[in-house]
DNA sequence: GGATTTGAACTGACCACATCAATAG
DNA sequence: GACTATTGATGTGGTCAGTTCAAAT
């Protein structure tokens, strides 16, 4: 992918869609993004002009680029002279914004189709709009950000973001020092840090709200060794869910919901070092847990953008709410590129009451808004697919033309019953 | 309304072997 | 340090068997 519009195959591609895992022309993604709801709440930036193929997360303003994560690591490494070079952070978006409205957010992003509104925001007025766990300054009158000592940056937001103006804009996480924003305030820079709405719980916060915040069923973590990863067995976590964990998040106890899919992979073990041994440390510790992996993240990160702020939230409250000791396993670039596999982190990473929202007993939940959530959820599931991503294009080309039986691989020279080239059968 | 049946949908295992990655020399 | 050889691990797709779920009876 890359380069030139996965879908028109014409234009040159502008846009990269995780979801979609696709480099789509700004026309082609409105198209592409205004077919359904699902479709416009993909999580879209711009492409890295640099390797085309990865969501970038960076814009240099020195070199005029926008950068991918790994890009932006190999051109402005440390040991470079373009280290000091001024980054802006590029966010995402979903929905389908007019380039106006990219424009707004890319200030570099040139403003150049006022006649080329999207079906879809015309229909709709603009787009959805999901605060998403962590963003950069959008309104600086409405959000400050700043650094503690620590250099951990505290958010403080006004939630009730303006949901009329319709469009989705979150930050890609930065894995790395902070560039330079040079469309914020002085002395307030973006954060890797989740931002949590206290305010949050139920009243206002449907489950696809939640769902949009998460977004886990496009977390790009392959939690590949649960127990191995949050020290506690599925037992444990349906323990959890029964008491409350997950049902106080969606308001469902329905298990289902703990169907999910994640791609990529964690290995964090040999970057953070040490499992976390109990539940204080965690808590004290998870912040900077989750920004110790983000550097060692950043190939994985800019392979795909896959830590995202997300993935980042979610590894913090599930860190900050774990009983047990925490270990992670190996992160690869490799995995990180990902398979679309049901790894069930989910229901894992939602085993603990998020932690912005405060103790809830279920029956503060409308029963009508309840069963309405889990159809919706139902029927979100339903309409979920999962693409796989295949990794060597080289063994699918040979997987495709090996010979088997019953589906099988066969030996070189076997009788075989199918044959993918020709369709036929030896016997 | 509860129990049973039925069919659809889903999931994971299986196979061979080229390729990848790590290690040794 | 660079190179080559060796070895073990990995991933690829179609099919099948087993499981789960929902609808029908």
Not at 15 to 44: F, G, I, P, T
Not at 68 to 79: E, F, K, R, V
Not at 226 to 243: C, P, Q, R
Request: aromatic share 6%; glycine share 6%.
């Amino acid at each position: 992918m890359g380069y030139i519009c996965d879908f028109c195959g014409d234009q040159p591609s502008l846009v990269y869609c995780r979801s979609d895992a696709a480099c789509l022309c700004l026309s082609c993604d409105r198209n592409v993004h205004s077919a359904n709801a699902l479709s416009k709440r993909h999580s879209r930036t711009l492409l890295c002009e640099r390797c085309n193929s990865q969501a970038a997360i960076v814009r240099c303003a020195e070199e005029k680029v926008s950068l991918c994560q790994n890009c932006d690591w190999m051109g402005h490494d440390a040991s470079t002279s373009n280290s000091t070079h001024k980054r802006q952070t590029i966010n995402s978006y979903s929905g389908c914004p007019s380039s106006g409205e990219l424009s707004s957010i890319w200030s570099f992003f040139p403003q150049s189709d006022s006649a080329g509104e999207s079906a879809c925001e015309q229909e709709l007025g603009l787009m959805s709009i999901s605060e998403n766990i962590e963003s950069t300054s959008w309104d600086p009158t409405v959000n400050t950000i700043s650094h503690n000592s620590a250099g951990i940056a505290k958010v403080n937001r006004d939630c009730n973001v303006d949901k009329g103006s319709g469009w989705t804009r979150t930050s890609i996480p930065e894995h790395r020092p902070a560039p330079q924003l040079l469309d914020q305030p002085a002395g307030s820079t973006d954060t890797s840090l989740p931002k949590f709405c206290p305010q949050t719980k139920y009243p206002g916060l449907s489950e696809d709200d939640l769902y949009d915040d998460f977004n886990i069923d496009e977390v790009d973590l392959n939690l590949e060794n649960y127990e191995e990863l949050f020290g506690v067995t599925l037992n444990h976590s349906e323990e959890l869910l029964e008491n409350g964990g997950i049902d106080s998040l969606f308001g469902t106890k329905d298990m289902s919901a703990a169907d999910s899919t994640c791609q990529g992979a964690v290995a964090a073990e040999p970057i953070i070092g040490a499992d976390i041994e109990d539940s204080s440390s965690l808590q004290g510790s998870s912040i900077g847990l989750v920004n110790a992996i983000q550097p060692a993240c950043s190939n994985a990160a800019s392979a795909d953008s896959a830590m995202s702020n997300k993935t980042d939230s979610i590894l913090y409250f599930t860190t900050k709410h774990a009983h047990s000791s925490l270990s992670f396993s190996g992160l690869t670039g490799e995995s990180s590129a990902g398979d679309y596999q049901d790894c069930g982190a989910s229901s894992m990473l939602l085993m603990g009451e998020p932690p912005w929202c405060p103790p809830c007993t279920e029956s503060s939940i409308p029963s009508a808004t309840r069963s309405d959530a889990v159809l919706r959820y139902k029927a979100k599931k339903k309409t979920r697919k999962f693409e796989k991503r295949v990794r060597y294009a080289s063994r699918k080309a040979r997987a495709d033309v090996r010979k088997r039986v019953k589906g099988r691989f066969v030996k070189a020279g076997d009788a075989y019953d199918y044959d993918p080239l020709n369709q036929t059968r030896s016997c």
